[in-house]
């Protein structure tokens, strides 16, 4: 991968594993099952509410910001949301809990996660702390730099790294597409917005772990220093409206660390409210999404919306000096 476009990745695309131990530990750590099935569906989109939308640059908001970015008023751009992988989810079941969970991986969990940690244990005190930990209805304090603050720190890094590596997969195998399909040479990569990570971050200049869930990372230019675009910018974030809606790219403002440098991962919830109360209505140029499934062949048209939705939601982010947006884009055609 280009070193320019992996610059563009959260945190170049990986997390230093070393300081917990390196990849011994992670090759102990890490279960039998879940390293195969994390060799599974590797690099793929799916279903649910993943996608991948082709748009248009429609309207471009901040002529400089949008010229460092590559951003140009009539471009063709790609935008995709999956998941992160069997991985994550796998040290998700057997580090979290969750109230609802299927049957099956019920069962499944009661056989595998009292062995996987129990059955690793080393003293009594760490198998007191797994219990209240990842057993019980309690949630004790973890010392960051102990050994169970490490475990943790580790899984959570593994996982961020694998959700790096699936999702940069799936770049590359749609950057092929768009390369073999439309003779798209030039395709680049804008900017990488995940939006669950766990990062050690500075909170008024303390260390601290910032937990983003539903959440995307909004840093600005000052925590970036040397970074030739991100540096004069901030890293850029998407804010994704709908297949039938359009979608921003935004950079931070100056007002984002008071909220943790952080922002909400899009405005679909937003919009599908506003359009269940009638508070929204049809596109006024009368434009449609061309839509593609998984179980059909066949296409079908779908009448867009207003942008009302996602310009309330962008209007609360540029009024509260969150984030502001550098160009609008507009789907014309969406898998998912």
Request: net charge positive; with cysteine; charged share 25%.
């Amino acid at each position: 991968m280009d070193p320019e476009e992996l610059d563009r990745v959260e945190e170049g695309g990986r997390l230093d594993i070393g300081r917990f131990g390196g990849r011994e530990r992670a090759r102990h750590e890490l279960p039998w099952s879940v390293i195969q099935l994390s060799r599974i569906r590797f690099g793929t989109i799916g279903p649910s509410n993943h996608f991948i939308e082709l748009q248009q640059v429609d309207e471009v908001l901040d002529p400089e910001a949008a010229e460092l970015l590559g951003l140009r008023a009539g471009q063709v751009t790609l935008q995709f949301h999956g998941g992160g992988g069997s991985l994550p989810g796998e040290l998700g079941l057997l580090f979290g809990r969750r109230k609802r969970y299927p049957a099956a991986v019920r069962a499944q969990m009661a056989a595998q996660k009292p062995l996987y940690h129990f059955g690793r244990a080393r003293s009594l005190e760490e198998l007191r702390l797994r219990r209240a930990l990842y057993f019980s209805r309690e949630c004790p304090p973890v010392e960051r730099d102990s050994g169970e603050g490490e475990r943790l720190m580790l899984a959570a890094a593994m996982a961020m790294n694998y959700g790096f590596a699936f999702r940069l997969s799936t770049y590359a195998s749609l950057r092929e597409i768009l390369r073999r399909s439309f003779g798209a040479v030039g395709a680049r990569l804008v900017v990488d917005s995940p939006h669950n990570t766990i990062y050690e971050e500075y909170v008024d200049g303390r260390p601290a772990l910032v937990h983003r869930h539903n959440s995307c990372r909004v840093y600005p230019a000052r925590a970036q220093p040397g970074h030739p675009v991100f540096g004069r910018l901030g890293r850029p974030l998407l804010l994704p409206g709908t297949s039938r809606t359009s979608s921003y790219v935004c950079v931070p403002d100056w007002e984002a660390a008071h909220g943790l440098n952080s922002t909400c991962h899009g405005a679909g919830a937003t919009i599908s409210d506003l359009a269940r109360r009638g508070l929204t209505g049809p596109d006024p140029h009368g434009r449609a999404t061309l839509r593609f499934s998984y179980s059909s062949e066949t296409p079908v048209e779908i009448p867009q919306l207003d942008d009302r939705g996602i310009d309330d939601v962008l209007h609360i982010l540029s009024r509260n000096r969150i984030a502001r947006p550098v160009a609008r884009l507009r789907p014309f055609a969406v898998l998912n």
